[in-house]
């Protein structure tokens, strides 16, 4: 179990400003559209197109993507560092929640 240094208030106040949360990664996609005579058929030098950057993830095990443009990338990665250090701080505070438990007994404030 995690021990928390911090106190309860300070992870939800933490937990309150990380803003939008992606679950997720980002892959470079590249296509082959097939359509004759594109560039992307080229018998001699094809040229797939993209780069597309698309988001994956599960929601309720449930898999799914989003395509990013390329101007949205790097609020994009912030979401996701956003969620995956919103993973970290549930984790703390629930062992903060536990340890008051266990110190304090349940209170009327929950």
Not at 29 to 38: I, N, P
Not at 45 to 56: A, F, I, R
Not at 68 to 75: C, F, G, S, T, V
């Amino acid at each position: 179990m995690i021990k928390s240094e911090r106190s309860i208030e300070e992870i939800r106040k933490e937990l309150k400003g990380l803003g939008i949360m992606l679950p997720g990664s980002i892959s470079v996609q590249w296509y082959v559209c097939g359509k004759k005579g594109c560039k992307c058929m080229d018998s001699e030098n094809p040229k797939k197109h993209g780069p597309y950057y698309q988001l994956s993830y599960k929601i309720a095990r449930k898999s799914s993507t989003l395509l990013i443009k390329e101007a949205n990338l790097a609020q994009a990665r912030q979401c996701i560092a956003n969620y995956q250090r919103f993973k970290e701080l549930n984790k703390e505070l629930i062992s903060a929640n536990v340890a008051h438990v266990r110190t304090e007994g349940f209170s009327d404030e929950q």
